[in-house]
């Protein structure tokens, strides 16, 4: 299908300023056909041949049902079946008709006003606005409605309407069926819908607002006067203890003077919360991750307290470990919590932002200053959810502190220093994470299988369970030929997340 810009551009042969017209239109037209109980459409003649009129674009009313079950945009009529529409273009002149309605509507009657659309003083087509009559009188509230749509058709005609400048109406804008308020010359209202009453009492304004100024019901009325003062529509909120109500003000112009004008209401507080919410949900997972890594610090705090205590050597050594395996967690919250990139969703952040400060943990609990070990890292990670890179930042120090604690025994002194080399290797699919050392190796006897200390066992645990992937361990053949030990680990990026938090027995 051919949108209205394409017809505008190339059925009509508009040109750009002529586009942009119609666009401005097009952005305010659905108050219009709210207003009119009806449909609105916009025809302009081809540039094939000026006897044929294409529909442009059109607009279904929310507030009556409409007289167009298929999309009539790109309909083509010839003049002598539209004479109204012809009319209108050739004399520049609103024009209005009582018609009777095809098959398809047996009895039916409507009620058609056309309006010449102006664009620098040149007619350009034409708004059609058709209702069906029904045999019923009209509310109140739907003869002001009404009434307001002539004005507004009028104001096509003239070339006010729409308004120029930027007033587009924003997201939450009020709409018709939202509350309406008709105000004269003076700004006094004069008509209230019942939405309008009901917004204005959630304002906690409870007297009748007939004949009083928008002001005088205690309400900050600059968007009015603004609105008059520009001849434009304007939007402003109005707060209230915790309501919000956006009001937009349209002024009404005859000949270019302002004589009445009419606003709109619409109580936008749940919208305006669900807002706020949704603007603070990364805010408040970034916090929670914060108090989640202070809550383990004092963790930390209290067993390193206990430690000073308890006698046994054994018994202080299983303590520090504790606080190193849970400073390790910290960290990835802390991350998470600190990582502001553009992509940051709060859930996940970069690896590699995990394992620098990893190793400085591992680096700072090294006992031995005078044997240092150097810590390279490699590659990029990538970014990982936090259910991968708590159980990879927990595998990776207790990878790490096998290092410091088992590799480098006193006489093994490397060439070139004690080195331990972190290398990530990342695709769409995996995550290949090695961990090679130039220290002694592992035992003879060793096999990582049978493992029985804690270290490994949560790593055999973390791995397979909580990051779904395999692991092998042996006497090394690192990056840089490191003969050490070789750590090979490999994990899929996505797989289906289980609800349960690890499993560690
Ligand atoms: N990088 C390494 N170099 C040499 N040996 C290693 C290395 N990593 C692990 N090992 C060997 O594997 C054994 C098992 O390690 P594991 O981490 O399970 O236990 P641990 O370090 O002895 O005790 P824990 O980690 O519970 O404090 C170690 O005792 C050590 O012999
Ligand atoms: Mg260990």
Request: aromatic share 6%; with cysteine; net charge negative.
């Amino acid at each position: 299908m051919t949108s209205p810009i394409d017809l505008a551009r190339q059925a009509a042969g508009f040109d750009k300023e002529q586009v942009a017209r119609v666009q401005r239109l097009m952005r305010s037209w659905g108050l219009l056909a709210d207003l009119a109980l009806g449909d609105v459409l916009l025809l302009a003649p081809t540039v094939k041949d000026p006897e044929t009129y294409v529909v442009l674009g059109n607009v279904r009313a929310s507030t009556a049902p409409t007289l167009y079950t298929h999309d009539p945009v790109g309909d083509r009529h010839r003049s002598e079946n539209r004479p109204l529409v012809d009319t209108a273009f050739r004399s520049g002149q609103l024009q209005t008709d009582v018609v009777t309605l095809g098959p398809h509507f047996p009895d039916g009657k409507a009620d058609i006003v056309a309006a010449p659309f102006v664009c620098d003083g040149e007619v350009i087509g034409v708004v059609l606005r058709e209702r069906r009559l029904s045999n019923r009188d009209l509310l109140k509230l739907e003869q002001t409605y009404l009434s307001l749509s002539d004005r507004l058709m009028q104001m096509i005609a003239e070339g006010s309407f729409p308004f120029p400048g930027k007033n587009d109406p924003q997201y939450g804008a009020p709409r018709v069926g939202d509350g309406l308020l008709v105000i004269d010359e003076e700004r006094r209202i004069i008509f209230q819908s019942p939405n309008a009453m009901s917004a204005l009492h959630r304002l906690g304004i409870h007297r009748n607002p007939n004949r009083s100024r928008v002001d005088e019901l205690g309400l900050d009325d600059s968007f009015v006067r603004t609105a008059f003062a520009m001849k434009t529509s304007v939007v402003q909120e109005v707060d209230r203890r915790d309501v919000t109500v956006s009001t937009r003000c349209l002024p009404l112009l005859r000949h270019g003077e302002i004589d009445g004008g009419f606003i709109l209401l619409r109580d936008v507080s749940e919208l305006k919360r669900r807002d706020r919410l949704l603007v603070s949900k990364d805010a408040t997972i970034r916090e929670i991750h914060h108090r989640v890594k202070n809550n383990l610090q004092t963790i930390s705090s209290l067993l390193r307290l206990q430690a000073r205590r308890v006698q046994s050597e054994e018994g202080k050594f299983a303590l520090a470990e504790s606080v190193r395996r849970i400073a390790a967690i910290a960290i990835v919250h802390e991350t998470l919590a600190n990582d502001f990139s553009d992509d940051a969703s709060g859930d996940d952040a970069p690896f590699e932002d995990v394992a620098r400060p990893l190793i400085r943990l591992i680096e700072e609990g090294l006992q031995d200053p005078d044997s240092p070990i150097r810590f390279e890292l490699q590659g990029e990670a990538g970014r990982l959810p936090l259910i991968r890179s708590m159980p990879l930042a927990v595998v990776l120090t207790e990878l790490l502190q096998n290092v410091v604690d088992h590799a480098f025994p006193d006489h093994v002194r490397p060439e070139g220093g004690r080195v331990v080399t972190v290398a990530f290797e990342s695709n769409d699919d995996e995550l290949v994470v090695t961990v090679s050392d130039n220290g002694q190796g592992p035992p003879e006897d060793f096999d990582f299988a049978d493992a029985s200390g804690l270290g490994l066992t949560l790593v055999q645990t973390f791995v397979t369970t909580e990051l779904n992937g395999t692991i092998t361990m042996g006497k090394g053949n690192g990056p840089e030929g490191q003969t050490g030990t070789f750590t090979d680990l490999r994990f899929p990026k996505t797989w289906e997340d289980r609800v349960a938090g690890p499993a560690v027995d």
